[in-house]
């Protein structure tokens, strides 16, 4: 069972509409009444905070499918089950977040993700020597970047993460969805697969802005920043940075994002704490098809990860502070 609480978050300009989700039973007594906590950060296109697209804010974007009950929130729980709190919240201009999607960059999704740790930490429940992250898709690469310049950070877990440059891994996605034809049902991804070669050049010129057309006269205007930082800033070259415990989770029928760049992104950890990717048969990108029993063990793995770590000065005048 879990508890919840519903949190804006100062991000630049915007506000972030988010819910931490805590554990029911108290925090143990080893652990000063705090919870070890937990970021969870979605994958690329417009999400709300459980991980699914946003057809709310953006339903001409996506077919009208029923909707999944989300990685992030079914994750939340069973780490919840785990005494482990966790904050997820919606994309900007998703949700009820404010801000854009289509105009927010690769670095101001990782301010982001920075500025959420912040609103956790300024949280009284939350041991701040005991956090982790868990990125999906994007939000690996999103995850490698802060944990690298945050010496409190614990662990990682990262789903159906990118290696090589958001170049290779498009058109290689691309030729997979025009295989097996999946996730072109919705029109911003048929979108990005039929313009993909020109969202790529158009980023590497470093042209400001790319017209999608959508069908129905609907179009949306896609700035390229983000994309270009994403094409220079592969996850592969963050990976040989980072001296955390990671873990790799990839769905083997992943159409975003390959299997193999999981097993790339495990050979660049190296060394203590790196493990092989785990595989989830016949599960895509969103890990949809994953039991219940999964992503319990995911969550598992993750809190038996979050070991305590060594506080910079500022962060041990917070966590001293009466709360």
Request: with cysteine; net charge negative.
């Amino acid at each position: 069972m879990s508890r919840s609480e519903e949190l804006r978050v100062s991000a630049g300009k915007v506000n972030l509409a988010g819910t931490l989700t805590l554990p029911d039973e108290p925090a143990l007594p080893d652990r000063r009444g705090r919870y070890p906590n937990v970021l969870l950060l979605p994958s690329w296109l417009p999400r709300n905070r459980n991980g699914t697209y946003d057809r709310a804010s953006h339903p001409t974007w996506f077919s009208p499918a029923p909707l999944p009950p989300g990685l992030l929130a079914r994750l939340a729980e069973a780490l919840a089950g785990h005494g482990v709190a966790s904050l997820r919240c919606d994309a900007r201009g998703s949700g009820d977040s404010e801000g854009s999607w289509e105009q927010a960059d690769l670095f101001t999704r990782i301010d982001d993700a920075r500025d959420m740790l912040g609103a956790m930490r300024g949280h009284g429940a939350l041991d701040l020597r005991r956090t982790g992250i868990v990125g999906h898709g994007e939000g690996a690469g999103v995850a490698l970047a802060v944990a690298i310049g945050d010496p409190a950070v614990s662990a990682l877990t990262l789903i159906g993460a990118a290696a090589r440059s958001w170049r290779d891994v498009l058109r290689r996605a691309v030729a997979a969805r025009g295989r097996d034809g999946g996730d072109r049902r919705h029109p911003i991804v048929a979108a990005i697969d039929r313009w993909s070669e020109d969202l790529i050049e158009r980023a590497e010129r470093r042209e400001g802005s790319f017209e999608l057309y959508l069908g129905r006269g609907e179009r949306v205007t896609m700035a390229l920043a983000g994309i270009e930082q994403a094409i220079n800033t592969p996850p592969l070259a963050l990976a040989t940075m980072l001296h955390r415990s990671v873990g790799l989770v990839h769905g083997t029928d992943d159409l975003w994002v390959d299997p193999d760049e999981s097993r790339l992104l495990a050979a660049a950890f190296g060394g203590e704490g790196a493990v092989q990717p785990r595989l989830v048969s016949h599960a895509g990108h969103d890990l949809d098809e994953a039991s219940d029993e999964l992503i319990d063990e995911l969550a598992a793995d993750l809190a038996a990860r979050l070991v305590p770590r060594e506080l910079p000065p500022v962060l041990v005048a917070i966590d001293e502070m009466e709360r």
